[in-house]
Structure formats: structure tokens, C-alpha cells
């Protein structure tokens, strides 16, 4: 689950984007997360993602995400223009799929509902392409923990 797409970024950016981080995760205390329905984007007749959307923690995963959002664009990383919303990526498709098709497998898996699970810290990969598809390096991670004040000084 993304939180925010930072892009290219150098060495000397990675001190602010963890203080940002290290801010919305201090905002709140870890929550409980459902997954409960699917989607695709952009839509049905372009389907270029499938999504898993949230039956619960969808306010908090938003908050976290406008605080983050906001301490970034406070230093000049470009803010995104189109709303934030939670979902879980599950596959990216290379060529589109006829809208008829998308249509019966979300139809078929619209009730689908997976056990809760904990939200309890926030992470910054470093995605790398290859050949062989991406490579995610883990660069840092974030506790959530309520002990901070949701503010980047």
C-alpha cells in the first residue's frame, strides 16, 4: 500500500522524507486494517491497475497520508494533485483486458473480505527497475506511536 509516491529523489533528500515520515508516524497509534472489495484503475475500460479497497482504517491510512503529504510539500517535494485513496495494489496489467472480463471478476470477488490485520509502522523503499521487474530495497522504517505533535520543524 502506498502512502505517497515520492519519484527521484537524491542522497541529500532522504534526511527530510524520514523526518516526515518519522512526523506522521508519531500522529497516531497503530489501527486496524480490512480489505473488503476490488477496483481497478483508471476504470473499467482502461484497467491498467487492480485494487484491493479497505472496509476499515481507510481514515486513518488518510490522515497519515495528508500529514506526510503536507511535511513533503513543506520542502519542496511536489504534492500530489489527485486525492489520496487507500487501497492495496495487487497487480498492474500490460495490456488492457476487455471491460467485460474485469467487470465478471470483480462481480465474482465483490464480497470478498480478508481478516484484519495491524497498521503499526509506515516504510520508505527504494524501488529499483530491472529485467526481471522491480527491485524494492527497505531504506527506512517509521513506528506509529501518537507521541508526536503531526508537525515538520
Known sequence: MTLKFIGEAGDKDLPL???????????????????????????????????????????????????????????????????????????RLRFPIPENRIRTIIDKEKSFTTSDSEADKLLLFNSRLSRQGPLYIQMHQSILSNTGTGELV
Not at 31 to 44: E, M, T
Not at 47 to 73: D, H, M, P, Y
Open 17 to 91: 522524507i524520514i523526518k516526515a515520515m518519522d512526523i506522521a508516524a508519531s500522529s497516531r497509534d497503530s489501527f486496524r486494517i480490512k480489505y473488503s472489495s476490488l477496483g481497478v484503475f483508471p476504470s473499467l475500460y482502461k484497467a491498467r491497475v487492480i485494487w484491493a479497497g479497505l472496509k476499515e482504517g481507510s481514515s486513518e491510512l488518510q490522515n497519515i497520508a495528508t500529514i506526510l503529504e503536507n511535511s513533503l510539500a513543506d520542502h519542496c517535494f511536489k504534492p500530489e494533485k489527485r486525492q489520496y485513496y487507500p487501497h492495496l495494489t495487487l497487480g
